[in-house]
C-alpha cells in the first residue's frame, strides 16, 4: 500500500498570503489528522477530518482551518500568514476506529518570509 | 493524556541494545502506551504500542511495568540508522486521533 503523501513538499510564502496544503490518506483510511511542528513548540496537534466532519480541533486560531472530501484527502488552509507560521505541516491518516494507529507523511515545509 | 517524562537524550553503540525509558505514572487504565520515532526532519513513525502486556514486532519490543507506570522501548540492535528522536506517548480511545507529543529523546548510536 503507498503511504500518506503530502503536497507541496516545500512552499514558500510572505506575510499576509494564504497557503492551502494536501494531504492524501492511505487507501481505506477515513481519519486525517494534522499537525504543526516547530522547533519551540514542538509537534502540535491541529485537527482532524473523519467521513468529511471536524472531529477533533486542536488549541490554533481561525485562521488555520481544514476539510476533507469524499475520497478522504484532506487539505488545511492557512490564511494571512504570519513568520511565526513558517513550521513542517504533517498529516497523519488512520483507519478512524477505536485506537488506530496513525501513519504520518513526509511533510510540507512552510517558509514564511 | 498522561503525561509522559523522558530522557533529553542518550547513546548507544551500533550493535548494542538500546533501551529508552518512559515514565507516565500518571497513566489511566484505557491509555495505551505508544511509541513513535523521528529521524531527522521526516514525518514521526509508528514503532509499537501496548496497554499492559509486553509487545514485540519486527522493530523493537515494548516492555511495560505491572503497575504500568513505566515502559521500556527496546531496540535489539542499534544501527546508525535508528539514530532518530523517539517518542512516548499515552493516548486513549479518544484521542488516538490527536497524540500529544511531548520532547521525547534524541538517541545517537555511535560506531
Known amino acids: 500500500k503507498a503511504g500518506v503523501t503530502q503536497t507541496p513538499r516545500y512552499l514558500i510564502k510572505t506575510r499576509g498570503q494564504q497557503v492551502t496544503l494536501s494531504c492524501s490518506p492511505i487507501?481505506?483510511?477515513?481519519?486525517v489528522s494534522w499537525y504543526q511542528q516547530t522547533p519551540g513548540q514542538g509537534l502540535q496537534f491541529l485537527f482532524e477530518?473523519?467521513?468529511?466532519?471536524?472531529?477533533n480541533k486542536g488549541n490554533f486560531p481561525g485562521r488555520f482551518s481544514g476539510r476533507q472530501f469524499s475520497n478522504s484527502r484532506s487539505e488545511m488552509n492557512v490564511s494571512t500568514l504570519e513568520l511565526g507560521d513558517s513550521a513542517l505541516y504533517l498529516c497523519?491518516?488512520?483507519?478512524?476506529?477505536?485506537?488506530?494507529?496513525?501513519?504520518f507523511g513526509p511533510g510540507t515545509r512552510l517558509l514564511v518570509l | 493524556d498522561a503525561k509522559t517524562t523522558q530522557p533529553p537524550s542518550m547513546d548507544c553503540a551500533e550493535g548494542r541494545a538500546a533501551n529508552l525509558p518512559c515514565n507516565h505514572s500518571?497513566?489511566?487504565?484505557?491509555?495505551?502506551v505508544y511509541w513513535y520515532r523521528q529521524i531527522h526532519s521526516q514525518g514521526p513513525q509508528y514503532i509499537i504500542h501496548?496497554?499492559?502486556n509486553n509487545e514485540t514486532n519486527e522493530m523493537a519490543s515494548l516492555i511495560i511495568t505491572e503497575d504500568r507506570k513505566s515502559s521500556t522501548l527496546i531496540l535489539p540492535h542499534a544501527t546508525l540508522r535508528d539514530t532518530a528522536v523517539y517518542y512516548c506517548?499515552?493516548?486513549?480511545?479518544?484521542?488516538?486521533?490527536?497524540?500529544?507529543f511531548g520532547t521525547g529523546t534524541r538517541l545517537q548510536v555511535t560506531l
Open positions: 500518571t497513566i489511566s487504565g484505557n491509555e495505551y
Open positions: 506517548i499515552a493516548s486513549n480511545t479518544g484521542t488516538a486521533s490527536k497524540l500529544t
Open positions: 477530518y473523519f467521513s468529511e466532519t471536524q472531529r
Open positions: 487507501s481505506g483510511h477515513r481519519s
Open positions: 497523519a491518516s488512520s483507519q478512524g476506529t477505536a485506537q488506530e494507529t496513525q501513519y
Open positions: 501496548g496497554l499492559k
